[in-house]
């Protein structure tokens, strides 16, 4: 199961006929506990050219902030961004929650907006108003209905992504769903993410660990360096379950769930062949290991270097090398590099051959000791292949 | 003509065996005049990885700027960059520069030297010093002498990078040749640069031309986003026109021999199949003009739309909204897009049918107005396909 996994909660997914191919494109998921128990937080793109749907849900969450009604309801499309289309697109937004709200009891606030697909057209209203109305009709608290909602939020993703975890006491469970296949980078990425909780949370503590989940898993995700202008990521508490866990304990659980989501993306991300983890050790700072773990993963010629599976570490290094000594302070010739185990670099120069790495597999792991410091942090990545040039030539998106 | 251009310079090139092709892998640039009258200048990679040549020949740069002899001759080899190879690849730049020096009766700290091609392997020495040897002993100031030093620098290069310059008046000459065709990026790219000029000029008019021409031209061609650890560009001065122009009229020139040599790498990109101009106008300053710019150009969603003719402007404007607001302030609501001169949008919305842009040839203009101020900048890329991931995956360079 998936976002109906806690109780208190229903979804439903369906084909509204926004895609062309027929295909689901709407899903609803609502939070069933009264406005008194629900408890709602979100994480939104940092992208200045933010669309229409996240431009309307920040400001439902703003106003839930200010002490108005919390949202117990998100209505998420494919098919469309709705993005860089004005005034009159934030409009469409509005109708679509003023839809929703009338067929839920609620008010238009207390319902959030998601879409996703090709930026810079206008959705077709009559399927998306259409669409809302038989998503409500057609709520159900099953697995088939999440299954149905992850579904109709894909796009170029070939499989859906749920993940359901449990308190090991079994107090209260953490379900989730997400799309996103390309435009995955640090700050969000081509990314929904709807996660429900029965937990008994307060907003502060659920935003809290929403925005450190985050910050462990989605902002470590970086396939193709590409920030999108719609990512959000919903988190939706029903208290169903009675149990009230502590603010550390529920981060914990909500970190773990979102990794999980985080590396089924990247597993399906655009065309990826090889699944990359690159992790800096021997950083001075957090910081400085992010930072040249994300200049590996955004470099083109490492990725393709992997997609060809040719442990070529020179593109690793001289991906590292470009940042500044400020931000990871390191001396190149104390630098190591292993690949799938094999350290192929000591010392800033050659260690042992490069031809005793295997990359046929699709696991692959790039080790970076900068013997600065004790700092660590891994960047999860894919390798650049034709079938990434494919999806992304052929496929207005 | 190239190199051997102005008067005073004596080129050769000449295959030594390095590449197992066969090709053309060595080559030597010599400049013939008194040490009184030669001027030289260099801008290196800032990677922290630089490459054995590149700590050598910065290294001789520094003596000369201290008042120690003015550098007078380059050995540049193709078939091994000669990087991440510790003492004994700093050895190998010396010793090269060494028999170099012995052949013509200079100084070993008088000679410069540039390598390119697979990081991480130790160069095979027998072959580099003969072939210097011989490089030496074929130097000639004819046209077919600089023809074959250009094509000697080739690595994934299909064709060689020549382009010649004469004042107007005919009072001087600059020639240069390039190379480069993938790490392509921002303070420089995997591109090394021998430019000569008859030209009477003291080394703090090169230094001061030279820095100024790069960061109007090769520093604005991004290819890949990638850094190398053997960026060089090098200007030698003969001065043997015996005409002395100021340092304003010959910094134009030579930043027009630079852009000229900049678009030939570019427009030989690694599989490109595009040629893209992305000029941001509109801007508060030009360092905000340069960020938003480069960060479309190195956008793989935006390179991959125009490698599939592909005319979508939301790449580009969710490439742009992730410069942060303090580098680049402008209003979402008000930048415009247009794609080979069609408005496709407008206030941030919208404008014309994207229908209407056509991107079947290879000349590619991208023009973001931010409409925030008065600076424009430009920067030059190419698109993303898949023969870029064919020539990187399949081949280690």
Known sequence: MTVTAPAGFKAAGLAAGIKASGAKDMAVVVNDAAAQLAAAAAVFTANRFAAAPVLFSREAMALAEGGYLVPRAVVLNSGGANACTGAAGYEDAQRTAA???????????????????????????????AGTEAGVAALANTEAAGRAAAEAIMTTDTVPKTAVIQDPDGRYTIGGMAKGAGMLAPELATMLVVITTDAL???????????????????RADSDGCMSTNDTVILMASGASGNQPGPAEFTAHLTALATDLAKQLI?????AHHEIEVTVRGALTQGGALAVARAIARSNLFKTAIAGQDPNWGRILSAA????????????????????GVTVCRGGEVGEPRDLVDLSGRQTNVMVDLNAGAAEATIWTNDLTHEYVSINADYSS
Do not use: H, W, Y
Request: aromatic residues 2%; charged residues 25%; glycine residues 10%.
């Open 321 to 340: 090398g470009t940042v500044p000594p400020a931000i990871a302070p390191f001396e190149a010739a104390r630098v190591g590099v292993s690949i799938n």
């Open 267 to 271: 597993a399906d991300a655009e065309g």
């Open 99 to 129: 839809v929703a709200a009338k067929e839920l009891g609620l008010r238009p606030e207390e319902v959030l907006i998601c879409s996703t697909g090709l930026i810079g057209e206008r959705l077709p209203m009559d399927k998306i108003l």
């Open 201 to 219: 949370i307060d907003p502060g503590t659920a935003q809290g660990a929403l925005a450190e989940a985050c910050r462990l898993s989605f902002d």
